[in-house]
Every structure is written in C-alpha cells, then in structure tokens.
C-alpha cells in the first residue's frame, strides 16, 4: 500500500487534538486517513498509520472505535482499523497489522536485533549443562529428542544446531511484529516479542523475548500475572493464572496454568501442567500434572500423569544436580511418590512409594513398583490388566486438541506396539531367567535392587505371554486382510531389530540411525528435509511393524517361512490370539467391577441405610452393566471373537 504525507491541514487538526510529532515529515498515513479518531496521540521516528473505519465490539457489548487514543509510537507502523489506547509509556520499533486491539499496556518495545526466544539454549535433564536443547519456533519433540539424547553423537549435535542457529538468523530483526487480529489489553511489559495472528494477550505481567506462534485456528492465549522470558509458544496454547516460564519450550495445544512454575523446561503436544513445578525437564506429547505440591525434575517423560506430592532428586550432595532419570512412555506416579535419580521406570508402569535404589524396570515394562518397609517391589505386567491402562490408551487420542492442519509432534497412540512388545518379549526372557536361577519354588526373587514374590513373577510370565500372543494375532489378522502374502517387501526389512520412542514417535532403531547418518553426511541439509524424513518414517509405521512383527511370529513360535505360509499354523497364531484378547478382556471386566464394590460405595447416602447408599450410588456413577466401559469391553469380546472365527473358518 502507498502512504502520504500529511496535509497542513490534518497537522493542524492533530494539534488541536493533542497530537505531536517530532518531525510531521516524518508520518506518513493512508490515502483515507480519518484524523478524527486520534486524539493525543505522541509520534517520534519514522511512522505509519493506517485508516480507521471499523469499530469493535467488547464484551458486555460496548463499542469503541479504531483509532490512537493516549499513546506514545516510535519507529512503529499501525495497519489499517487498529485500535491503540491508554499506552503508559510507549510503543517502539513495531509492526502492527491490521485489526488489532491494544489497550491499557505499560510498555511494547523491540531493542536491537533479536530472535523472539528462537536460539535460546535450554538445559534440559542436567541442570549443569550437556544436554542442552536449542529451540526454535519449527521445533518437534522428535528433533528435540535427537539434540538431548545424542550426545555421543558430536557431529550429528552439531549439524542440529545448525539447523536450528539457521531458522534463527530468519527470525532475527531489529522489530518486532505483531500479526493481524492480535487483542493485547491490562498488560504490563512486552519486550522483543513475535506475536502471531489472533494472540490474545490479557492482564500478562512481562513477557519477554519470545514468540506466540499463534493462528486464526490454534490462537494462542497468555493470561493474567503471567510472567515469561526466552520461551516460544506454539499454536493453539494457553498460559494462564500467574505461570512463571524461564527459557521453557511450550508445544502445541498444551496448558499451563495456576500458577504453574517452569525453568529450563520442554513441554511438547498436549502436555498439561497446572500448580506444580518443573525444572529442567523433558516433557514428551501428553505429559500431566495438576498437584501444587508436585515436582518435577530432570527426568523425560510422554503419556505421563504425575500424583499428587510426586518428587524426583537429581543431586546426592556431591557434584551437584548431574543426575537424570526417564520415566518411559504411559508411566504414572502416584500420591506421595518419590524417585531417587538416576533411574528409568518402564514404559506403562506405576510408580507407589519411595525409591531410593536407583530402579531401571525398562525390561519390565507395565509393572508396578510399590514401596514396601524401604524396599522397591515388582509386580511385573500387572498394568496390562488394569483398566485406568486401557483409558489412558483410548483417551489420548481423544484429547488431541491440536487443529488437524500443522501438526508438528509426530505421535504414535499403539499401546501395543513393537516398542512395547520387544520389551514384553525380553522381560519375558528375564523372568524366564530368574525362576530357573532361583528356582521355581523360591518365595522371592531379586532384580535389579527390586524384589519379586513368586506370584507376581508367575502372573507376570502368563501377562506378557498373552500380550504378545495379543499382538502377532492382530497383525497377522491386518497382513492377510490386506495382503496375499505374508513375506514383507524388502524395503520395509529394517524394520526388524530394536525400536525406538522418539518422544511419540516409535521407529525401528535402524531407520533412525540411517537417517542420523544422513545428517551427518550432509544428504539431509535442513530442518525442514529432516522434518519430512520423519514424517515419512511415521507414515510407514505399519509397514516397518509387520516387518518387525513377521520375523518375531516365527521366533515366537518356531517356525519357518514356509511353515508360517501354512494355514494350520496360522489358525494356531488365531486362535492363542482370540483366547489371549478374550483372557484380557475378561481381566479388565473383572478390574471395572471393583470400582462397584461395596468399599467404593462408602461415603454415599449420607443421611440413609445401605439401600440408601445403593440408590445414591447408582445415581451418581451409574450401573456396573450400563457403564461405558464395561459395555465397551463386552462387545470388544464379541467382536473379536466374530472376527477371530471368521479367519478361523476362512483359513480352514
């Protein structure tokens, strides 16, 4: 759009209204310009200002229309039907677009050249240093992952860095920008801020160099007494009630609020945290917490729910705050839950009590350890019958509030899943293991500073048994309704071997460090082909897992190639999967039931009798038969057992 000069007749107006200028010579506005919608008004430096011919409509349904009332501009350009007022101090060296609302703010500034948050290193896991994650506004818990977790991998380290120091020159300009339809009202201090389309900015204390990476579907939105310094925000996030960020990594459609803490700190997808503190913490897709007394503290987590009073250490007294620990995908805390870092909980398992013999159950995955009189006990496999495991599984995916376009977090939802099932499978050998060194008549059996009743070790070879039988049959159900043969093509082969959860994403071992090696090597030269790797890798998922899956069915059951093209041994592989899905289901029926026992109905029919108490209950939580869960869990029955006699009689 061309701007002109001001008329000496419109200086003359804007006088008489209040208006300065340094240099009128200096101003330049739109063809259309209304003088009559600024009123003391203060210009210095070069200045541009739009038109004003929209009003906008506050809550309560008060109008006000646009235009610059008591404000300060330097070196600052206003788009067309802004409306800008009440400015305590000043606005400088700003973009403003179209259709912005600005009212009573202290202070909106860029100083010199910066990066709005983008190249802020955050120390992530180590307070001290060495894991340090370079953040940008383009950035994934996968490549984020990648930065942390790869050290011993110098070369790659760097090439990511480079990755990132080259969005960041992009981003880096002595002004700042806030986009079109951005509402900025009772805030104090901005400072060296990107504010992208539709960011809603309400009584926020100081926010300084960052980015809200915001849009007309996903707006960001950063409420009152919040405080945040080096950080980005992407899409569709909400930071409310008083939070306090410090160089803290804010992913899509995530929530933080009541006064929540974060210092040096990664939240990725949809991660809620409310009341609480974390610190130096790698927060993976689905990280929860909302205690106030709950601390999180050099650990990784994703698909994680954290108790009330949970609490990690990172230091013995010793070096300093070195340690780190990782809590695998899907592991819970519970109330008053501790953990003594280093240690690695497996992935789906809960964590009761106080652990202060550095556990690592990563080969034991959906496992409980409870603390008994000091000691660290394992019930290995028991989460797998549990149904609060089945709800997180099916809610996830649910509450996936990101908008469907732009989704920068790769996620895989399988709770089954080669990831798991390999640790199942090992954890099944580890078990194995343990009763015929110890015994099968021993009381208790020892592993990795935990211990073992011979009863959980026994449930825990049938449950990992049946999740893997669960598993094969499923996939080998999906190959042959979509496929004649069961050979996997050889381009999906390196999907056999070991996998990985990049935070989210589960990818065989190999396919990463193909891709790492390509990184190195310079094939792959930008974040941007990085990024689309990954995705490509996450698309192929089902592929690379019938490979994986493929090659386990005949470990698992000691068959060849030709063996397992047999049609008996494929009814067999049927069969133990119907039984074992029928068995499970069967568990968590059982499992749903006790949440209508009469234990749980104590506290209910306050002023009655038992019948009371019963009719109470019913009213508040319903019928055990007509519950949704339960009902779900009949039908999964009947389905599956349909399906698995329907392939029976076709494959007989």
């Not at 930071?239 to 803290?248: A, G, K, N, P, W």
Request: proline share 3%; glycine share 8%.
């Amino acid at each position: 759009m061309e701007y002109r000069k001001l008329t000496t007749e419109e200086i003359g107006l804007l006088k008489q209204q209040c208006c300065t200028a340094e240099d009128w010579n200096q101003i330049e506005v739109h063809p259309e310009l209304n003088t009559k919608y600024m009123r003391h008004v203060r210009l210095s430096g070069h200045c541009r200002i739009g038109k004003f011919d929209k009003a906008f409509t506050m809550p309560g349904g008060i109008h006000k229309h646009s235009g610059l009332f008591h404000a300060t501009l330097h070196n600052t350009t206003v788009g067309n039907d802004c409306c800008i007022e009440n400015i305590k101090n000043y606005i400088a060296n700003y973009d403003i677009e179209d259709d912005c609302f600005i009212e009573n703010v202290d202070i909106i500034l860029t100083d010199g050249a910066t990066s709005f948050g983008n190249g802020t290193e955050v120390l992530v896991l180590n307070e001290t240093g060495g894991r340090e994650v370079t953040i940008h506004d383009k950035l994934t818990a996968q490549e984020a992952y990648m930065q942390a977790m790869y050290r011993h991998r110098p070369t790659l380290t760097e090439r990511l860095k480079r990755f990132a120091a080259d969005i960041t020159a992009q981003r880096t300009s002595a002004r700042g920008l806030i986009s079109h339809d951005t509402t900025i009202v009772d805030t104090g201090y901005i400072k060296n801020m990107y504010l992208g389309p539709w960011s809603k900015i309400e009584g926020a204390g100081r926010l300084k160099n960052g980015s809200l990476m915001s849009r007309q579907e996903a707006p960001v939105h950063i409420g009152y007494g919040v405080i945040a310094e080096d950080f980005i925000v992407q899409d569709g996030s909400q930071i409310e009630d008083c939070t306090t960020l410090s160089r803290v990594y804010v992913g899509q459609s995530c929530t933080l609020g009541h006064g929540y803490s974060a210092s040096d700190s990664l939240f990725f997808c949809n991660c809620q945290e409310e009341n609480g503190e974390a610190c130096a913490i790698f927060a993976g897709p689905f990280t929860v917490t909302h205690h106030k007394s709950t601390l999180l503290i050099a650990g990784i987590f994703s698909f994680m729910n954290a108790g009330s009073g949970s609490n990690q250490s990172n230091h013995m007294y010793k070096l300093g705050p070195i340690h780190q620990g990782a809590m695998e995908r899907g592991a819970k805390t519970a109330s008053d839950s501790y953990i003594l870092w280093p240690a690695r909980i497996g992935a789906f398992s809960l964590v009761m009590g106080r652990h202060s013999t550095n556990p690592d159950t990563s080969a034991l995955p959906f496992s409980y350890l409870i603390e008994k009189r000091g000691e660290t006990w394992l019930a290995p496999a028991v989460n797998l019958r549990s149904v609060g495991t089945i709800r997180d599984a099916q809610k996830w995916p649910k509450r996936d509030k990101r908008a469907p376009e732009g989704r920068l977090d790769l996620v895989n939802f399988n709770l089954l899943s080669p990831y798991t099932i390999d640790k199942m499978v090992r954890g099944l050998d580890v078990l194995q293991r343990l009763r015929d060194l110890s015994g099968a008549t021993s009381d208790t059996y020892s592993y990795q500073s935990a211990k073992i009743t011979h009863s959980a070790l026994e449930r825990g070879i049938t449950l990992y048994r049946m999740a893997i039988q669960k598993f094969l049959g499923n996939s080998l159900i999906s190959r042959l309704e979509k496929s004649d043969t069961l050979k996997p093509e050889n381009k999906f082969t390196m999907g056999e071997g070991d996998w990985l959860d990049l935070s989210g994403l589960i990818a065989p071992h190999s396919v990463i460090t193909q891709l790492m090696n390509d990184i190195e090597q310079g094939l792959v030269g930008s974040q941007e082909q990085m990024t689309a790797r990954l995705q490509e890798i996450h698309n192929l998922y089902y592929d690379y897992e019938w490979a994986w899956a493929y090659q386990l069915m005949m470990n698992f059951y000691g068959l060849t190639e030709a063996e397992l093209e047999q049609r008996e041994n494929q009814v067999r592989i049927i069969r133990d999967w119907k039984k074992a899905v029928v068995d499970l289901d069967n568990m968590l029926y059982q499992d749903a039931h006790k949440e209508f026992s009469l234990s749980t109905k104590t506290g209910f029919g306050f002023d009655g009798n038992t019948s009371t108490a019963e009719a109470d209950f019913a009213e508040v939580r319903g019928q055990f038969e007509s519950n949704p869960f339960v009902t779900a869990v009949q039908q999964h029955i009947a389905t599956k057992s349909e399906l698995g006699d329907k392939w029976i009689k076709r494959l007989s």
